[in-house]
């Protein structure tokens, strides 16, 4: 449990001075509590000891006093207990969110993918936040307790040595024992209730996104179905847990009564020699025992939800970028690239399967190049070795004769200008789906891309620039998506075009409208398209077959 939990155990080190200051707060509060109550039961007996005999003689403004200090004491130690101890989490919660982000922006795109939907989205928002119970419910309850526990200790043994030690003996006893009681009684319920939270978010994106697949197919009522039989498990998970939560508080009542039972059993039995009054004090602290003891069952009823979040978060901190760049920030040919394949022989990891085996070829500055196979031959892995989305397993890539893995991850990719096969729109404006190519670029430019790519009848709306173009640009037909994708890649200039089967599922006249828009406006770069079938081949100065793992030339 410690392994699991030390990585953000550690953290508090850095906001030492809050978690004290905090955790003085809780003390205070604590103590002003159990005074509070202790001295109103002393007070209440006091008088009604002393009766209409003490009208004139009994100090009654002193107690008074103490009554309503403590009262102001808890409410101000509780506020600051709040704001310090709150604070000090949504701190430590905002330095792990950014932690985890910065250890996810190396990672290539392969390795995210291994994620669920809404997986990474689930352990940045609910598994981080379920960290938020380790110090506020879990550390702060516990510390603040044994802290307080000591002090009722030599706080009653200035009255009473035995009935110091039943108390003390008592709070112990709970506060070691419970814990581990209901910590091993929640633990399962915990680490469910953490996956069905999880696994409810990743079939409610899914049910989102898939709206249109699963209306044609008449299947929304069995996705929705699968959607309330999680709900209904997760309710059910969590009125269990209520239930344990029930329990520990019945538990804790019960322990402080037999305490209050005994107590009054060693007064009764002659073994304190006080007057009435103390003896109301005495057992008055005993039954405020209970501020101490309520939330120690809670802080382990919960620690399983928290360690099965802190599982997924070590489980992402874990993984190491497979990709390792150089430190190569320019060169003196920037605005040429010649590529060269050097022995290339590639496999997934952990699969035998080989995808490519002994590449050997070379693309001049300036040449357009295609390549050509059957689905699944390694093309678009041919092109995501230059991207380095995956590492060669032998060989090497060069580009301008210099080792790709030499150059820095912003180098490489000022050099090349990448057109997926699917192209993402973002649920925001043209302009700024465009400025994704050069954030840096005006609107003229842009206006100049769009006319290249003969997009500029979106500008003929009122909103111009400004027009929305909605989730993955749903108002664009498949071709305005992938002019969209070249005008990207206009404005990036680099002097590198990779195109993964732009025309495809595009009708012949679009298919040609896009080849002559690339061939126009990329005369003076080396592109390198791939594509599952021969099309325009005079097009281009150089046709490339990909069979059989290995790759030919084929004359124009």
């Known amino acids: 449990m410690l392994k699991i939990l030390f990585p953000y155990i550690k953290l508090y080190r850095y906001y030492f001075l809050r978690i004290l200051l905090g955790m003085l707060m809780v003390i205070t509060a604590l103590a002003a509590s159990i005074f509070l109550l202790s001295l109103s039961g002393w007070f209440l007996s006091a008088t009604a000891f002393v009766g209409f005999a003490g009208l004139y003689t009994f100090n009654y403004m002193l107690p008074a006093a103490g009554v309503r200090g403590a009262a102001i004491l808890r409410t101000v130690a509780r506020y600051f207990d709040r704001l310090v101890n709150h604070d000090t989490t949504f701190r430590i919660l905002a330095f792990l969110r950014t932690r985890a982000f910065k250890h996810l922006l190396p990672l290539n795109a392969v390795q995210i993918q291994r994620f669920e939907k809404a997986e990474l989205l689930n352990?940045?928002?609910?598994?981080?936040?379920?960290?938020?119970?380790?110090?506020?419910?879990?550390?702060?309850?516990?510390?603040?307790?044994?802290?307080?526990?000591?002090?009722?200790?030599?706080?009653?043994?200035?009255?009473?040595?035995?009935?110091?030690?039943?108390?003390?003996?008592?709070?112990?006893?709970?506060?070691?024992?419970?814990?581990?009681?209901?910590?091993?009684?929640?633990?399962?319920?915990?680490?469910?209730?953490?996956?069905?939270?999880?696994?409810?978010?990743?079939?409610?994106?899914?049910?989102?996104?898939?709206?249109?697949?699963?209306?044609?197919?008449?299947?929304?009522?069995?996705?929705?179905?699968?959607?309330?039989?999680?709900?209904?498990?997760?309710?059910?998970?969590?009125?269990?847990?209520?239930?344990?939560?029930?329990?520990?508080?019945?538990?804790?009542?019960?322990?402080?009564?037999?305490?209050?039972?005994?107590?009054?059993?060693?007064?009764?039995?002659?073994?304190?020699?006080?007057?009435?009054?103390?003896?109301?004090?005495?057992?008055?602290?005993?039954?405020?025992?209970?501020?101490?003891?309520?939330?120690?069952?809670?802080?382990?009823?919960?620690?399983?939800?928290?360690?099965?979040?802190?599982?997924?978060?070590?489980?992402?901190?874990?993984?190491?970028?497979?990709?390792?760049?150089?430190?190569?920030?320019?060169?003196?040919?920037?605005?040429?690239?010649?590529?060269?394949?050097?022995?290339?022989?590639?496999?997934?990891?952990?699969?035998?399967?080989?995808?490519?085996?002994?590449?050997?070829?070379?693309?001049?500055?300036?040449?357009?190049?295609?390549?050509?196979?059957?689905?699944?031959?390694?093309?678009?892995?041919?092109?995501?070795?230059?991207?380095?989305?995956?590492q060669p397993t032998n060989g090497t890539i060069m580009l301008n004769q210099i080792d790709i893995s030499q150059f820095s991850e912003p180098a490489l990719r000022n050099m090349m200008s990448v057109v997926p096969q699917v192209i993402h729109i973002f649920n925001d404006t043209l302009r700024n789906n465009l400025l994704i190519g050069n954030q840096y670029a005006n609107d003229a430019q842009l206006i100049s891309v769009l006319k290249k790519v003969e997009l500029d009848k979106l500008l003929s709306t009122e909103q111009g620039l400004n027009l929305w173009l909605g989730e993955s640009g749903r108002t664009l037909s498949g071709g305005e998506r992938r002019r969209i994708g070249i005008a990207r890649a206009l404005l990036h200039n680099?002097?590198?075009?990779?195109?993964?089967?732009?025309?495809?599922?595009?009708?012949?006249?679009?298919?040609?409208?896009?080849?002559?828009?690339?061939?126009?406006?990329?005369?003076?770069?080396?592109?390198?398209?791939?594509?599952?079938?021969?099309?325009?081949?005079?097009?281009?100065?150089?046709?490339?077959?990909?069979?059989?793992?290995?790759?030919?030339?084929?004359?124009?």
């Open 494 to 556: 680099a002097p590198l075009i990779l195109l993964d089967e732009p025309t495809e599922s595009l009708d012949n006249q679009t298919e040609q409208q896009i080849l002559s828009i690339i061939k126009e406006n990329y005369a003076d770069k080396t592109l390198i398209m791939i594509t599952h079938r021969l099309i325009h081949q005079a097009l281009f100065d150089c046709t490339y077959l990909l069979e059989n793992n290995t790759i030919k030339k084929i004359n124009n």
């Open 123 to 390: 352990t940045f928002i609910a598994d981080i936040d379920n960290l938020d119970h380790l110090y506020l419910r879990l550390f702060a309850p516990i510390i603040g307790s044994l802290c307080i526990t000591f002090f009722i200790y030599f706080a009653v043994s200035y009255f009473d040595h035995n009935i110091a030690l039943v108390i003390t003996l008592f709070l112990l006893v709970t506060i070691l024992t419970l814990p581990i009681i209901f910590y091993y009684a929640g633990r399962t319920l915990g680490e469910q209730i953490a996956e069905q939270k999880s696994l409810y978010r990743q079939k409610l994106v899914s049910y989102m996104q898939g709206q249109a697949e699963l209306t044609l197919f008449n299947a929304k009522h069995s996705f929705r179905q699968s959607l309330t039989d999680i709900e209904s498990h997760w309710l059910e998970l969590q009125t269990k847990q209520s239930t344990l939560l029930s329990l520990s508080n019945a538990i804790i009542v019960m322990i402080v009564g037999v305490m209050t039972q005994i107590i009054i059993w060693l007064v009764a039995d002659g073994i304190s020699n006080y007057d009435q009054p103390i003896i109301a004090l005495l057992i008055f602290i005993g039954l405020s025992s209970t501020e101490i003891l309520s939330p120690i069952p809670s802080a382990f009823l919960f620690l399983g939800q928290v360690l099965s979040s802190a599982k997924r978060m070590n489980n992402l901190l874990s993984l190491s970028p497979i990709i390792n760049f150089g430190e190569l920030s320019n060169t003196d040919n920037d605005q040429q690239c010649e590529v060269t394949f050097k022995n290339i022989n590639f496999s997934y990891p952990n699969q035998p399967l080989i995808i490519l085996k002994d590449i050997n070829f070379q693309i001049k500055n300036g040449e357009h190049v295609v390549l050509i196979g059957q689905t699944g031959c390694g093309k678009s892995t041919l092109l995501n070795l230059i991207t380095r989305t995956w």
